[in-house]
């Protein structure tokens, strides 16, 4: 009797787009205090390749990711709102009063 080569049914090999996803989601979070919402696009991705991990194959690490990638979009979308709610004004009140060069000195 011939014995047919047994072949390797864990998910190892098909949580790839859940463990990029979830690393995406990790780096986009740290970096958001160096890149602010430049790194929106990072959010995204990770979300896509999470979704799709989910809809493939659904494992702990695509939901995590999910969650990780939707938290950041949200932190991202908060520090917009900051920045033209607080910062564009007082930027605009320097260069309204005459720029850099009429700052008070503190």
């Given at each position: 009797?011939?014995k047919?080569k ?17 690393t995406l989601?990790?780096v ?6 160096f890149l602010?919402?430049l790194n929106?696009?990072?959010?995204i991705v990770g ?6 991990q ?7 690490l695509?939901?995590?990711?999910l ?12 520090f917009?709102?900051?920045i033209?709610k607080y ?8 260069i ?11």
């Open positions: 009797m011939v047919k047994e072949r390797n049914t864990s998910n190892k090999g098909k949580e790839g787009l859940g463990i990029a996803g979830f989601g990790i986009g979070l740290l970096l958001i205090i602010g919402p929106i696009p990072i959010h979300l896509i390749f999470c979704w799709i989910q809809k493939k194959n659904p494992t702990k695509g939901k995590a990711g969650i990780i990638n939707i938290v950041g979009l949200i932190i991202d979308i908060f917009i709102y900051y033209f910062v564009v004004p007082q930027i605009q009140e320097i309204d009063a005459g720029g850099v060069n009429n700052l008070p000195l503190v």
